[in-house]
């Protein structure tokens, strides 16, 4: 089995809202960007909870909305072994080094998690970070157990953070 290695952060100085996934999948991989299967619900799920239109986009101007929006993508998982897209099949892990990152991002007020891999992972090393921390239902095709329109209700919390004003809502006390 080969390594798979997650992609660099997608993150500016201001953003205010970090998703992480646990790790790309393979048709992610593949073309060397995030969310890349046709099937993945991300893009879907994410428009409408910053109030963009992201899928009828080029990947790069959906990245340029995501920044203009505050919001960051990056992944729990650095490297591991696995078999197929499925966060089940994932062995060797090792994590990124979050808490490293969410200290280079001075607006950053929380995180959300996009599956329950990425959650667990993502929990246990910010767990003292002060920010909020968001589980979110997975938006991968292979996670059918909620419809569309239930993950999208609760996807829409992201919205919170990439709407109000900066300073409504500091990071952690100083």
């Not at 991300?42 to 505050?70: K, M, N, S, T």
């Amino acid at each position: 089995m080969t390594r798979k290695t997650s992609f660099a952060p997608v993150v500016g100085p201001d953003t205010r809202i970090l998703i992480l996934g646990s790790l790309p999948g393979e048709r992610s991989l593949a073309a060397g960007r995030y969310y890349a299967h046709p099937q993945n619900q991300f893009w879907r799920l994410l428009g409408p909870a910053i109030g963009r239109e992201l899928e009828e986009l080029d990947y790069e101007a959906r990245l340029e909305v995501l920044l203009e929006a505050g919001v960051g993508l990056w992944d729990t998982v650095a490297s591991a072994t696995r078999s197929c897209s499925l966060d089940a099949a994932i062995r060797e892990a090792k994590h990124n080094l979050l808490a490293d990152l969410i200290a280079t991002l001075p607006q950053l007020r929380a995180v959300a998690f996009n599956g329950g891999t990425s959650a667990r992972i993502g929990r246990a090393a910010l767990a003292e970070s002060g920010l909020a921390l968001l589980p979110l239902p997975s938006s991968r095709p292979a996670y059918a157990a909620m419809p569309l329109a239930d993950k999208r209700r609760l996807w829409a919390a992201i919205g919170e953070f990439t709407t109000q004003p900066l300073a409504s809502s500091p990071r952690r006390p100083q």
